[in-house]
C-alpha cells in the first residue's frame, strides 16, 4: 500500500475489506472441489439419523466458510497492523491489542471448517448457529481495522 492509502483510515479498511472478501470468496468457491475427496459428506447434507449427526444444508457450511476465512484473513492484516504499532510504541496496551487480535486469529483459524476438516471431524448440524457468530465476530473486525487505522 502506498503511504497516502495507509494513512486514510475509510481507504486502507475497504482494501482489508475487500482483499479479505476475495480470498474468502475463492476459499468457498474452489474448496468443495478440492477436499471433495477428503470428506465429501462435508458439503452434502446429512440425512436424518444417519451418521454424522442431523440434516446440515452445504450453504450453512459455505456460509461458515467464508465468514471464517474472511475473519482469518482480516485478522492477519489486524495482527501485522498492531504489530508495527507495538515496534513504535511499545507498551501494556499496544500488546493486549496484539494478544487480543492473537486470541480472535486462532478462534478464526479453528473455527474454519477446514481446520476440523483436516483433523478428521465432521459437520456440526447447527444450522445457522454454524456461521452466525463468526458473522458477529467479521463485524467487529472491520470496526476494529477502521478504528486502527485512524
Known amino acids: 500500500?502506498?503511504?497516502?492509502?495507509?494513512?486514510?483510515?475509510?481507504?486502507?479498511?475497504?482494501i482489508?475489506?475487500?482483499?479479505?472478501?476475495?480470498?474468502?470468496?475463492?476459499?468457498?468457491?474452489?474448496?468443495?472441489?478440492?477436499?471433495?475427496?477428503?470428506?465429501?459428506?462435508?458439503f452434502v447434507s446429512h440425512k436424518p439419523g444417519g451418521p454424522g449427526g442431523p440434516p446440515i444444508p452445504d450453504l450453512f457450511i459455505q456460509l461458515k466458510l467464508f465468514v471464517s476465512t474472511y475473519n482469518l484473513v482480516a485478522l492477519g492484516f489486524l495482527a501485522g497492523t498492531y504489530a508495527m504499532l507495538y515496534r513504535e510504541l511499545p507498551n501494556r496496551f499496544t500488546l493486549s491489542l496484539l494478544l487480543f487480535t492473537a486470541a480472535l486469529l486462532l478462534y478464526a483459524l479453528t473455527s474454519n471448517p477446514l481446520a476440523s476438516l483436516f483433523l478428521g471431524f465432521r459437520g456440526s448440524g447447527l444450522g445457522p448457529f454454524t456461521f452466525l457468530p463468526d458473522l458477529f465476530a467479521a463485524v467487529a473486525v472491520t470496526f476494529l481495522t477502521y478504528q486502527s487505522s485512524a
Open 16 to 42: 482489508v475489506v475487500g482483499v479479505s472478501l476475495a480470498v474468502a470468496a475463492l476459499a468457498t468457491w474452489f474448496t468443495p472441489e478440492l477436499v471433495a475427496w477428503f470428506a465429501p459428506e462435508l
Open 1 to 14: 500500500m502506498s503511504d497516502a492509502a495507509s494513512r486514510d483510515p475509510l481507504r486502507r479498511t475497504a
